[in-house]
């Protein structure tokens, strides 16, 4: 695995091999924050806009689609720059999961537009917080069933589906789950599935995390108390040097799993371990780093108006979606007794084996 100094994440990648996707994809990005500054709203709407602009610049099936030729890598810069300008698009859902899991499935899609995954369990009446359900082109169910999974596809005109959002303002809708069985096709797919989703939370979590940052700096530099801007005061300067680190801490975390994702593929153990990590290494920094960053802003920072929020609270949301915190740090608990059992709990840390 590739050194994580200088990674796709890194500062100093302005001459790498992604420069002009990650130009094109910040391009995206802000020009969609541009556009709908002052008309944000909870719940949040699904950017038309910026998806005919993804899909124009052939970005909305990076993995799943094999003409395209994308890798886990590439998908990663863009999903990074869109969760930092907070575009409400459904790219992860489309791509690294409901665009895989059809294809895995071999069930047929919509070959244009966004998809989006009803995760839900065997037996349910609904799947509940479907991103995006009313705005996708097709729905793909994913039923667990054990380590498996039912896999069906479903335009949104034939299902029921009752509106909601999470705390960023993204759709999180119900969908009532009333398919025939025999449009159900079974497959061993239930880890990967959550190792992917989990993947994807923690590079639009860096994302969120990053602007939340640069949202503090700028505040504090523009802000003046007692004569000379916040930033002037000591405290002021500890807190946000905390917070740097914090997010650095992060960025290491989603670098290991996007270089193992690229690398091993998503089904590999080097995968399932840098995944673990970084999904415990986000959930415990995004606390801190949104805790300072409002404490900065002060009462601003949380009225609807302010762009602070649409960092926040979207990355306080993602840390808990395909498993919380505790959920994957008892997961990391595990890979290191089964290591220990099996010789060395150093070597998953170094992947030697």
Known sequence: MRALTGGVFGTSSATDDFTDLRRLAEDIGMRSFDERLGHRDLPDRFDHTAWRHLEDAGL???TSDPESGGSPTELALVLRALARHAVTVPLAETDVLAGWLAAAAGVDVPAAGPLTLAIGDVGASAATRVPYAGDAAAVVFALRDGDLLRVA???PANLVIAP???LGGEPRDTVAIDLPDEVFVTIDAAAELDRRGAW?????GLGALDAA???SVAHTRQREQFGRPLSAFQAVQHTLASMAGEVERARAAAELAVAAAAEYGFDSTQTDYAVTVAKVV???VVPTVVTAAHQLHGAIGVTIEHRLWLATM???????EFGDTATHARG???LALAAARDGDPWDIVVGAG
């Open 164 to 166: 909601g959002h999470n």
């Open 213 to 215: 940052v640069e949202y």
């Open 200 to 204: 994807a939370r923690c590079v639009q």
């Open 60 to 62: 909305t099936r990076l």
């Open 332 to 334: 990391l608990g595990r």
């Open 282 to 284: 986000l959930g415990r």
């Open 314 to 320: 979207r990355a306080r949301s993602w840390i808990d």
């Open 153 to 155: 596809v479903a335009a």
